[in-house]
């Protein structure tokens, strides 16, 4: 089988019509290259070259040859650049999953910086629930995912990078007695309809709500239309009820709805990034970008969490933020 040095040694002479041109090029001897050539021939079991007195042709079967080899050589330098640039992480396919209370728009500044970074790459972004991110990423579906927290159970074959966490704001319809005010507190949710999910059997957002409502002493209650999605926030705007939210969520603004910050110290989201253990080089430097935008304005750092364990029972690792962030994400 010929090698790709006697390839690429065959069309340099070809090229350069001559041994003598082309062991300079190639900064070999050119008793070397001739070695090469006549190895390469030996294994077609035909004649590539006729030697002249002033130089090389090929001869009509190494014209042939060198027609269909040419563009094998262009497609492994090819293969061998694009390569490199995916373990650099300036190409591929990045498969970004988040939860809906994660809306893509608080998620377009950070993967914008990813693709100004790497022009060879693209995103695909899907919404997947945080309980079933870990699952999707371990068994190599998706490359990286943004997850509430708490997550229940333990999860094998991937890490958790937890991000700076979220004020928590309320949404409420506008008109309502408690929607003109600068800040509210848990207790004053007391006795409201909740149209978002409100329950303990499931981390993340939900849960934590229904822990913060609980530790005041009420369930929250339930409105007769509820969703776990995003379109709870149209529900807030028909008049249903209220909704608890992460700050990421406050960029989505239908109409007919007024956010107001929660002011209790505690009304705080957290959040991490779900990648495997050996993370592509696109999913690491994705993670960089959430990072900055998760941390601007706030002065925190991420904190790597223990593998395969519950994430909800980690440490926050750092102080919460005093006050809500301009930019969300």
């Keep these: ?51 002249e007195p002033r130089g090389v042709r090929p001869t009509p079967a190494g014209a042939l040859y060198r027609a269909r080899i040419r563009p094998v050589d262009a497609l492994l330098l090819a293969a061998a650049e694009e390569g490199a640039q995916l373990a650099r992480g300036e190409a591929g396919v990045l498969r970004l999953l988040h939860s809906s209370s994660t809306p893509a728009k608080a998620l377009v500044p950070a993967i914008g910086r990813l693709l100004d970074a790497s022009p060879g790459a693209r995103v695909e972004l899907d919404r997947v629930a945080s309980e079933l991110q870990p699952g999707e990423i371990a068994a190599g579906r998706a490359d990286v995912g943004i997850v509430r927290l708490p997550l ?25 007695p408690l929607a003109d005010g600068a800040a509210l507190e848990i207790a004053q949710l007391r006795g409201l309809p909740f149209v978002s999910a409100v329950h303990r059997e499931r981390g993340g957002l939900a849960r934590l709500v229904t822990d913060l409502c609980l530790a005041r002493g009420f369930v929250p209650g339930v ?28 960029a989505i603004r239908p109409p007919g709805v007024r956010y107001v ?15 495997p253990e050996r993370a592509t080089a696109l999913a690491r430097a994705f993670a960089e970008e959430a990072a900055k935008a998760s941390s601007r304005g706030r002065g925190q750092s991420p904190v790597f969490l223990s593998r395969g364990s519950d994430p909800g029972s980690q440490p926050h690792g750092t102080p919460l933020p005093a006050t809500p962030r301009s930019e969300p994400f």
């Design 1 to 51: 089988m010929p090698t790709l040095k006697q390839l690429r040694y065959f069309l340099a002479v070809v090229d350069h019509g001559g041994f003598t041109q082309a062991a300079a090029a190639l900064f070999v001897a050119q008793s070397a290259l001739s070695r090469h050539i006549g190895q390469l021939e030996d294994e077609l079991g035909f004649a590539l070259l006729e030697r």
């Design 152 to 176: 229940l159970g333990s999860h094998a074959d991937v890490q958790f990078v937890e991000l700076a966490p979220e004020r928590l704001w309320v949404a409420l319809p506008h008109g309502h």
């Design 223 to 250: 409105a007769r239309a509820v969703s776990r999605k995003t379109a709870m926030l149209d529900l807030v705007a028909a008049g249903f009820g209220i909704a608890v939210v992460p700050e990421g969520m406050t």
């Design 261 to 275: 910050a929660l002011a209790d110290e505690d009304a705080r989201a957290r959040r991490a990034l779900v990648m």
